[in-house]
């Protein structure tokens, strides 16, 4: 890691990591001002989704008086995989992608630093980016879960989702560096947002399909299971490493592609 780098690299995405916090800061107040209302909706209950659809969502049924399978649907099986995904994506693209296509690679390399330097110290700072967002999402949902009275909370379960909320998408970095090493910037954009989008299809397949199922252990949301870590508190190491391994793999094979890249 060359730290002269990572202050060039910190100064060019503290602002877009600070507003991803703040947007996700007020989302999560969001939902944590409406919550004590969609609570007392009697009628949002187990028969209001289908039960495969429940099963997608590792829930056993739709009851919204409790916060954790509030925030399960609301936040974590959707709306943070989208942010989370754009983060991670728009800030590989522009590692790696976006300054050959600019032309800018070429000059930075040309300093005293080299390819894997360059690959390490993009890859630790969007790391360390990635993990103050999750970090910050998941304080805002208990701090701001405490103040709006929000029962039945399970604050440790939110605490022990961190590790695996940032390996999750750790993988998810990890084949987005590798593409946009590999492609042209807005062909890196569409391979990672593609792949991701098809492992999410795939693991929703596999709630109605077994043979599909059988299959949806090569993809990542086969390991993240929000509901289970948050409302047992309790820490899947088998699927944490796998998804650890994931992104390893893919952060290995970024570097062996970009060491023989053209960048030119």
Not at 120 to 126: D, E, G, N, P, R
Not at 145 to 153: L, P
Request: charged residues 10%; aromatic residues 16%; positive net charge.
């Amino acid at each position: 890691m060359n730290l002269n780098f990572a202050k060039k690299v910190f100064g060019d995405r503290w602002r877009s990591t600070t507003v991803y916090c703040v947007a996700m800061s007020l989302y999560v107040l969001m939902l944590a001002a409406l919550y004590p209302t969609v609570s007392k909706m009697s009628q949002l209950k187990t028969q209001a989704m289908p039960k495969n659809m429940l099963k997608f969502f590792g829930l056993q049924s739709f009851d919204l008086s409790t916060f954790t399978n509030y925030v399960v649907l609301q936040l974590l099986s959707f709306v943070w995989i989208v942010v989370m995904v754009a983060f991670v994506v728009a800030w590989s693209r522009a590692a790696l992608a976006g300054e050959m296509d600019e032309g800018t690679m070429e000059f930075l390399l040309s300093q005293p630093i080299g390819r894997a330097p360059v690959l390490v110290t993009q890859s630790l700072m969007m790391l360390a980016g990635m993990m103050v967002l999750v970090v910050v999402t998941m304080l805002s949902v208990i701090v701001f879960g405490a103040i709006f009275f929000a029962h039945k909370m399970t604050y440790a379960g939110f605490a022990v989702f961190i590790p695996i909320g940032i390996a999750m998408f750790a993988a998810v970095a990890g084949y987005s560096m590798f593409f946009s090493a590999w492609l042209s910037d807005r062909k890196a954009i569409m391979a990672s947002a593609g792949l991701t989008l098809a492992f999410y299809l795939l693991h929703f397949g596999g709630t109605y399909s077994k043979p599909i199922s059988k299959i949806d252990i090569i993809g990542i949301f086969h390991y993240y299971n929000p509901v289970v870590v948050v409302t047992k508190a309790h820490f899947p190491v088998w699927d944490f490493l796998i998804l650890l391994l994931f992104a390893a793999v893919f952060f290995v094979a970024a570097y062996l592609v970009f060491r023989r890249k053209d960048v030119t």
